[in-house]
């Protein structure tokens, strides 16, 4: 399965009986599935239903979608003038205008009052509105077709993105291990050079002693632990890669163990080499987490 991000474009147009249908949806990043319609007067039936297929199509994003319907001219129902208030009103007016000098009325500001212009509904058949649904249904299939394609060509660049920041976190973790520091002979070239300060500074202090808190303070110093588990972090992010699908929330979780695990690195590291490492390790695991973010 490809990987998605969550942002993307689509639109989609049809025709039905002399009606055009168009509509035009958009993704954006988002925790869960969230969907805001903007649907034209009297189309309100048809949101629950483009709340679930929207749902059913995608795991992640908050979605808007807006649809434009348009009837033909022979469709569009004539606006009803009602002739003797409108004559009422603008005689009223012009009394007004005369006794108290009141500006003129205008034609579109006497047809905006209430009683005036009535626009009365398209009377449809049940068999004409069930036609008409599914063919703006049909058409928002095509526009989630289209917006998923589109998630998905910008999910094949962060894949690749991703991956590239994947092989740099290995490369700084085998590069960790590898650091000559950690190399038995220098950790008791340190330690011994620790201890020979500490009892030049002061004759009374317990060598046997200090040589086993040196040893404690080594073994606790040990990064073996976390550069295991950053490489076996490498790999599930490598896997959840391959295998595609909503695998944004895996990802975001894998980040942060990446994240305890360069941090961690970075405090009990008592070689500046090795800091250096953690450091630059920290710098590519934000930029992995911050990409992340866009997938589904």
Do not use: Y
């Amino acid at each position: 399965m490809n990987v998605q991000s969550m942002t993307g474009f689509a639109r989609a147009i049809a025709e039905c009986n002399g009606t055009s249908v168009a509509w035009e949806v958009k993704s954006v990043n988002g925790k869960s599935v969230e969907v805001r319609l903007r649907l034209p007067q009297g189309f309100d039936r048809l949101e629950t239903a483009v709340r679930q297929t929207v749902q059913k199509r995608f795991a992640r994003g908050n979605f808007q979608a807006t649809l434009t319907v348009g009837r033909a001219a022979a469709q569009q129902v004539q606006p009803v003038v009602n002739e003797a208030f409108l004559k009422d009103l603008a005689g009223l007016a012009r009394r007004l205008q005369e006794q108290f000098g009141t500006q003129p009325a205008t034609a579109d500001g006497l047809l905006a009052l209430r009683g005036v212009l009535d626009i009365p509904e398209a009377v449809e058949t049940e068999e004409e509105r069930a036609v008409l649904d599914a063919a703006i249904l049909s058409a928002l299939d095509l526009a989630l077709t289209g917006l998923e394609q589109a998630r998905q060509s910008e999910g094949a660049a962060l894949r690749a993105l991703l991956s590239g920041h994947i092989d740099i976190i290995e490369a700084l973790t085998l590069k960790a291990e590898a650091d000559p520091s950690r190399e038995p002979a220098a950790i008791r070239e340190r330690m011994a050079e620790q201890v020979r300060l500490l009892m030049d500074a002061s004759a009374n202090l317990d060598a046997v002693r200090l040589h086993q808190e040196a040893a404690f303070l080594a073994t606790k110093a040990d990064i073996r632990e976390e550069i295991d588990r950053l490489k076996t972090h490498v790999a599930s992010a490598r896997a959840l890669l391959k295998s595609g699908g909503a695998v944004g929330r895996k990802l975001d979780f894998l980040a942060q163990e990446f994240n305890r695990e360069s941090n961690t690195l970075c405090s009990k590291s008592n070689a500046a080499a090795v800091t250096a490492i953690g450091l630059e390790l920290k710098a590519v695991v934000d930029q992995f987490r911050e990409q992340v973010q866009n997938l589904e």
